[in-house]
Structure formats: structure tokens, C-alpha cells
Antibody, heavy 121, light 106 residues
Framework: QVLLVESGGGVVQPGGSLTLSCTAS????????LHWVRQAPGMGLEWMAF????????HYVDSVKGRFTISRDNSNNRLFLQMNNLRADDTAVFYC??????????????WGQGTLVTVSS | EIVMTQSPATLSVSPGERATLSCRAS??????LAWYQQKPGQAPRLLIY???TRATGVPGRFSGSGSGTEFTLTVSSLQSEDFAIYYC????????FGQGTKLEIK
């Protein structure tokens, strides 16, 4: 079955950087688009970033453009989110999700368990 | 940005009863609409996609309907495990989620 396991969360100071990872198994990793979705404490879901199956195209929500970078390593079935210039309002659980298609604009058919990022001094 | 609005924010229903959750899009999303269920401390789970298609393993008491800007998720005969938060999501133009409806035991 599809398994997505996030790692890399933790506590970081405002203005700091952090890189999240997601290790995938149970499906043909290089054939599907992938996303990062976040959920602030007690709040709803917010889509953050998408990367196409081959890594050749990415898209971000406006609030993180220029600060976050999504990337993937299809040789090792891993997804990444590099986060720079972190702010207190970036505090959230970050989920790795699998797109049901290759190039975006499909639903999210599998989710990881999430990793918590806390931005605090 | 397409804004998704869910109503009500909280719905109190007795076990065995029927629950109807609504989701409205600020512009047409065709049938590119998904519903997710989230229980406390867990990741969301896909329930419905393409507005009315149940995901693998989802019980038949869950059904979705609608198109364009108005969508409904219906849970017939609520079971104890159905009390959770439900989110709608449009994927017609990138992705936005509704704010969620909490389905609680009456």
C-alpha cells in the first residue's frame, strides 16, 4: 500500500530555515505529482506547493513564493520542502500528499502522518 | 483564488441519523471537488472525488453530489466512527480547501 513518511520537523527561530523530507513507498514514485499541505494548530488545511512527476514544474501558494522550494529525488523516492525565512505563522503540521495524477489538478489520494514545524524564539 | 465555503461550521447529529454537509465555490469548479475526513490526531483521508465517486474502501453510507458551485456530502445512518471534521477541496484551478465542518455527536 502507499506509504508516505515525513521527517525533518522541529523548532526553529523566526528567520531561520528548515528542510522537510518525505520518503515514499508502495507506488511508482516517479509517475505521480506530489504536494505539501499544512495545517496550523486548531485550523484547517492549506495547500502549499506542488511538483510534477518529473520535477520539471512546480507551483506554490502566494504566501510562500520565494521562501519555500519543493523538490524531489525520483531515484530515492523522496520529496523535499526547503523553507527559508520562517515566520511564526508558518507554525503547522506539514503533510506530504500524493496527487492522483501526474501533472497536477487532481485530488490527493494518499497522505503522510505529518511533521510538526514550530517557529518560535 | 477560488474560495470554498463550507456550512455549517458545526453539525450536531445523533447516531443513526442522516447528516448533510454543504460546500460552495466562489466560481465554477465543474465536478473537480473532493471531500476529506479528518479525525483528531490523524491525517486527512480521501472520501469522495469528482464530486460523487467514493474512494477505495469508503463505506456506501457516504455519498457526494453537486457540480459547478454547489456541492453536498451526505452521510446516511451515522456511525460512531463518522464523527470527525470534513473538508471539501476544489482542484479545478490549483487547490483550495474549505474551512471544514465539524460533525459532532448530538
Amino acid at each position: 500500500q502507499v506509504l508516505l513518511v515525513e521527517s525533518g520537523g522541529g523548532v526553529v527561530q523566526p528567520g531561520g530555515s528548515l528542510t522537510l523530507s518525505c520518503t515514499a513507498s508502495g507506488f511508482n514514485f516517479s509517475a505521480y505529482g506530489l504536494h505539501w499541505v499544512r495545517q496550523a494548530p486548531g485550523m484547517g488545511l492549506e495547500w502549499m506547493a506542488f511538483i510534477r512527476y518529473d520535477g520539471a514544474a512546480t507551483h506554490y501558494v502566494d504566501s510562500v513564493k520565494g521562501r519555500f522550494t519543493i523538490s524531489r529525488d525520483n531515484s530515492n523516492n523522496r520529496l523535499f520542502l526547503q523553507m527559508n525565512n520562517l515566520r511564526a505563522d508558518d507554525t503547522a503540521v506539514f503533510y506530504c500528499t500524493k496527487d492522483a495524477g501526474t501533472s497536477g489538478n487532481y485530488y490527493f489520494d494518499s497522505w503522510g502522518q505529518g511533521t510538526l514545524v514550530t517557529v518560535s524564539s | 483564488e477560488i474560495v470554498m465555503t463550507q456550512s455549517p461550521a458545526t453539525l450536531s447529529v445523533s447516531p443513526g441519523e442522516r447528516a448533510t454537509l454543504s460546500c460552495r465555490a466562489s466560481q465554477s469548479v465543474s465536478r473537480n471537488l473532493a471531500w476529506y475526513q479528518q479525525k483528531p490526531g490523524q491525517a486527512p483521508r480521501l472520501l469522495i472525488y469528482s464530486a460523487s465517486t467514493r474512494a477505495t474502501g469508503v463505506p456506501g453510507r457516504f455519498s457526494g453530489s453537486g457540480s459547478g458551485t454547489e456541492f453536498t456530502l451526505t452521510v446516511s445512518s451515522l456511525q460512531s466512527e463518522d464523527f470527525a471534521i470534513y473538508y471539501c477541496q476544489q482542484y479545478n484551478y490549483w487547490y483550495t480547501f474549505g474551512q471544514g465542518t465539524k460533525l459532532e455527536i448530538k
